[in-house]
């Protein structure tokens, strides 16, 4: 019990399993001497029994111990055997395939840290087999832990080499990744850009089609105007010419029915410059009576006592243009009336409406016989001009 601790000691400084390589410690002349026994195949002439107990006594523990897994296993292993294996181990299974590997390789070198005292297992059938695990060479223990040294120290160089390999590789890999991670950006931006001026090259003949398609619209537009104008000016000129004819034809039947009616015309001037004046006073009288109406009106709007005076005017100017008479009684009864005026206002009214309508009448009456007169003038003044113009003909012919 007073070795085991030096002897675990050793094993993880040389970096080996005290599970797979049974260890005997003996000492002399105050030195601990320990012999390793690794297990190796048997002759091939089955002599040295001995030997042959001693390589199955260590198979026998092997096969007992949790097995060790180098770096270069573990990498050619894939990942469902790496998850298999941690599993087994009660391990964490998740992360990518270098992070298994780092895993059980450090759950491995945890485990060789550990004191064999926390192996029962081991320490029990090492100690029920003492005799078995005799070392056949004695002599020179030093020696053969130099070369065991020596192994280990090369093993442990060689997964130094492989991790600093592994390191490299891995970093390569990274820059190869950065590499094409750049050439994706590269070909994107690329791409983008000729996009973008693809894009700008369409829409720089957009507008050049967009800018032709409207000149070809405003030629066509002023191509349709220009035809519209003409058009409109051969209608013009149809219209006229038509206009023209027909005067002419209906000067030929005014000049006929004019030469008719002439000395009829002639005998009735004097009669209707006679019926003009005393029309001109009737439209005179007529048109201030509608003033006086209109006046009435708007008073009435604004203010009712206003309303009855013009209303009692009105009343005054018609009966004195009807009878004398009944403005004497007008006035008799005017007391009468102004009491009485709210309740026949209405009927009033309608009499203004009447009136009204009578007036117009008479302006529409008035308006024909100013027109008639006008044509009488006309037919006047052209029949002194056809007279001048046979005159003149008749001097010409002479």
């Known amino acids: 019990s007073s ?16 599970y797979t390589t049974p260890a005997i410690a003996t000492s002399g002349q105050n030195r601990l001497y320990v012999t390793l026994t690794l297990p190796r195949r ?11 107990n001693a390589a199955s006594g260590a198979d026998s523990v092997k096969r007992d111990a949790p097995r060790l897994y180098q770096a270069e296993e573990l990498e050619s292993l894939k990942t469902a055997d790496l998850r298999e294996i941690l599993k087994k181990k009660k391990l964490r299974m998740n992360g990518k395939k270098q992070e298994l590997v780092s895993r059980i390789l450090k759950h491995q070198h945890s485990s060789l840290s550990r004191p064999q005292s926390q192996h029962p297992e081991l320490a029990t059938k090492n100690a029920s087999k003492p005799s078995q695990q005799q070392p056949k060479h004695q002599d020179h223990p030093e020696q053969s832990m130099k070369k ?12 130094q080499a492989k991790d600093i390999r592994l390191k490299e590789q891995q970093e390569k890999e990274r820059q190869l990744k950065e590499q094409q991670a750049k050439d994706i950006r590269l070909k994107e931006q690329q791409e983008k850009e000729r996009l973008l001026k693809e ?30 104008r003409r058009l409109k000016e051969q209608q013009e000129k149809e219209r006229q010419l038509k ?10 039947e005014r ?60 009343q005054q100017k018609e009966r004195f243009l009807k009878e004398q008479q009944e403005k004497e009684r007008l006035l008799k009864e ?12 209405l009927k009033e009214q309608q009499e203004k409406e009447r009136l009204l309508k009578e007036q117009q009448q008479k302006e529409r009456f008035l308006k024909e016989q100013q027109e008639k007169e006008r044509l009488l003038k006309e037919q006047q003044e052209k029949e002194r001009l056809l007279k001048e113009r ?8 002479e």
């Not at 048997?42 to 042959?52: E, K, L, Q, T, V």
């Not at 046979?390 to 012919?397: G, I, N, S, T, V």
Request: proline share 2%; hydrophobic share 20%.
């Open 148 to 159: 065991v040294q020596e192994k280990q120290d090369f093993q442990l160089k060689e997964q």
């Open 42 to 52: 048997a002759p091939a002439d089955g002599s040295n029994g001995n030997s042959n």
């Open 334 to 345: 005017q007391q009468e009336k102004e009491r009485l005026l709210k309740e026949r206002q």
């Open 3 to 18: 070795v085991q601790p030096h002897l675990h000691k050793t094993f993880a400084q040389l970096r080996l399993s005290p």
């Open 390 to 397: 046979q005159l003149k003909e008749q001097q010409e012919k």
């Open 199 to 228: 894009q700008q090259e369409k829409e720089r003949q957009l507008k050049e089609r967009q800018f032709k398609e409207q000149q070809e619209k405003e030629r066509q537009l002023k191509e349709q105007q220009e035809k519209e």
């Open 243 to 252: 206009e023209r004819q027909e005067k002419e034809r209906l000067l030929k």
């Open 255 to 314: 000049q006929l029915k004019e030469q008719q009616e002439k000395e009829r015309l002639l005998k009735e001037q004097q009669q209707k410059e006679r019926f003009l004046k005393e029309q001109q006073e009737k439209e005179r009288l007529l048109k201030e009576q509608q003033e006086k109406e209109r006046l009435l009106k708007e008073r009435q709007l604004k203010e009712q006592q206003e309303k009855e005076r013009l209303l009692k005017e009105q």
